[in-house]
Each structure stands twice: as structure tokens, then as C-alpha cells.
């Protein structure tokens, strides 16, 4: 999969919809990708029989990474994209599963996500499915409480079916973690927790594969992947500034810029922002 492509139809759907959140969705493109195109077993045509593996944006902010994503693979006709956030459109600024039904859960409010790929994870294993579920939280979202006792849910109950992920590119909506409330130690809390930790670069696809080889291999305990991101990956003048965490408008000649980085023609963009 072009992540690169996936990048420029990320902010593409940012820019019609005047609205958006372009740092964290550019940081999550490896990880989202692989999931689908690689590590997940789903069928496309299907999502209402109980053996698929589930994928659950806990920061759901960022769906426009999955959008992008999920019209690669075939979930959605990429003509949609340019609908976000748009009344009456399925694909709204946070992910929601009524009118997208191969979007597992309905998120938004930070945490909640997390704690709903949990449960899934425990109602597969009362009914002795070999599913997996796999939810991605941003950084941020991890000084919410329910975070933590979702933590200690899933080790009590050994969920060796749950992969978590943090996207963490050390920022959040205000400013870096570290001047809001600093998360380090971070490997050593989740494993103090009684989880097993792995920590990769995430947008290193090699290391991306072997880290969900294995936690697929791990067992009596959940995983998490610690992902190394960086913010507004692709694009220089996001990159590493929290101030393009979102919400915000993308002006034309952002967007411009941003798309010759990520290797698109003259022509391409003139096509592009006429939609």
C-alpha cells in the first residue's frame, strides 16, 4: 500500500471539509495500513459474522486515516472521501459505526474506544473465538483514568486476543505531553500493569511486522505496541509542531505544499483541489 497516497487522501478529506486534525492522522498511516492490508483477517463483503479480527480507533479523531485506508483495501469507493465531516455524509470527523459498517465502534470521547476493544476482546474468548481485536490510542489519550482500569481489566483477565497501540508522537491538542502530564516511565507502567510491551518505530514497516508476529504469538497476557511516531509525518511544517494537531483549517496553499512533499505532480494537485 502507498502510504504516501494515503497521506494526500488523509489531507485531501482535511482540506475539503475545512476541518480536521492532519498531525495525528499523518503519524498513524504505517500502523492503520498494515493492520489492513496485512495483519487483519476480515472480509470485506461481510462484517456481521462473528470470526473477523476487529480494529477499533480509540482516538478517533484521526478517522480520516482510516477513510483513506479503507477505500485502498475496498471498504468504501474513494470518491467518498471528499465527504468528511459533511451532514448527512458516513464518514464523519470521528469514526461512527451506524452508517460504516465495517467500523467496529463508534468513537471520540478519549478512552472509551479503548475500554470497548476490551470488551470485545472478553466476549470473544466466553465464546471461544480465534479472533483478534486491535485498538489504537494516541498518547494523549492515555491520561484518561479509564485508561488504566481498562489496563487492569485486560491483564486480569489474560486477553492475549488484545493488541494495543499507542501512536506516540509525544504531542497532543495543546502542547507536548511532557508539558501537560508527562507519560514516561511508559513501557515499565503497562508492564507493571502485567502487560508484555513491545516498543518499534512506527513507520518502519519491518519492525511494524515482527512486532505483531509477536503479540500474535504471545500468550496469557494482552499486548501492547509502543509506536514511535512523529506527528505530522510527511509534511515538514507539521512535523514535530503540536500546533497542527487539529482542529483546523488547511489553507490552499498548505495543502499545495504539503502535496509536492508527498510526491504529487502539478497536474495531480490541480486535480486534487478541484475535488
Known amino acids: 500500500m502507498n502510504t504516501n497516497q494515503i497521506r494526500i487522501n488523509s489531507l485531501l478529506s482535511i482540506y475539503h471539509a475545512e476541518s480536521g486534525h492532519p498531525g495525528g492522522v499523518l503519524s498513524s498511516?504505517?500502523?492503520?495500513?498494515?493492520?489492513?492490508?496485512?495483519e487483519m483477517r476480515y472480509n470485506k463483503n461481510d462484517f456481521s459474522t462473528n470470526a473477523r479480527d476487529r480494529f477499533i480507533l480509540s482516538k478517533g479523531h484521526c478517522a480520516p486515516t482510516l477513510y483513506?485506508?479503507?477505500?485502498?483495501?475496498?471498504?468504501?469507493?474513494?470518491?467518498?472521501?471528499?465527504?468528511?465531516?459533511?451532514?448527512?455524509?458516513?464518514?464523519?470527523?470521528h469514526t461512527q459505526r451506524g452508517s460504516t459498517p465495517w467500523i467496529e465502534a463508534s468513537t471520540g470521547s478519549l478512552g472509551q474506544g479503548f475500554s470497548f476493544g476490551i470488551g470485545e476482546a472478553r466476549g470473544l474468548k466466553m465464546q471461544g473465538v480465534d479472533n483478534r481485536v486491535y485498538v489504537m490510542l494516541g498518547d494523549g489519550e492515555l491520561q484518561e483514568g479509564e485508561v488504566w482500569e481498562g489496563v487492569m481489566f485486560a491483564a486480569h483477565h489474560n486477553l492475549d486476543n488484545l493488541c494495543a497501540i499507542v501512536d506516540y508522537n509525544k504531542m497532543q491538542s495543546d502542547d507536548f505531553n511532557e508539558n501537560i502530564i508527562g507519560l514516561e516511565p511508559l513501557a515499565e507502567k503497562w508492564k507493571s500493569f502485567g502487560w508484555n510491551v513491545l516498543e518499534i518505530n512506527g513507520h518502519n514497516s519491518g519492525e511494524i511486522e515482527q512486532a505483531f508476529k509477536a503479540a500474535?504469538?504471545?500468550?496469557?497476557?494482552?499486548?501492547?505496541?509502543i509506536a514511535h511516531t512523529i506527528k505530522g509525518k510527511g509534511v515538514s511544517y507539521m512535523e514535530g509542531s503540536p500546533a497542527w494537531h487539529g482542529s483546523l483549517k488547511l489553507s490552499k496553499d498548505d495543502l499545495v505544499e504539503a502535496l509536492e512533499e508527498l510526491g504529487a505532480t502539478e497536474k495531480e494537485i490541480a486535480g486534487y483541489i478541484n475535488g
Do not use: C, F, M, W
Open 68 to 93: 483513506a485506508v479503507a477505500a485502498e483495501v475496498g471498504l468504501l469507493d474513494k470518491s467518498r472521501l471528499n465527504g468528511l465531516r459533511k451532514l448527512n455524509h458516513e464518514l464523519q470527523g
Open 29 to 38: 498511516v504505517e500502523i492503520i495500513s498494515y493492520l489492513y492490508e496485512h
Open 216 to 225: 500474535r504469538s504471545h500468550k496469557n497476557q494482552p499486548t501492547l505496541i
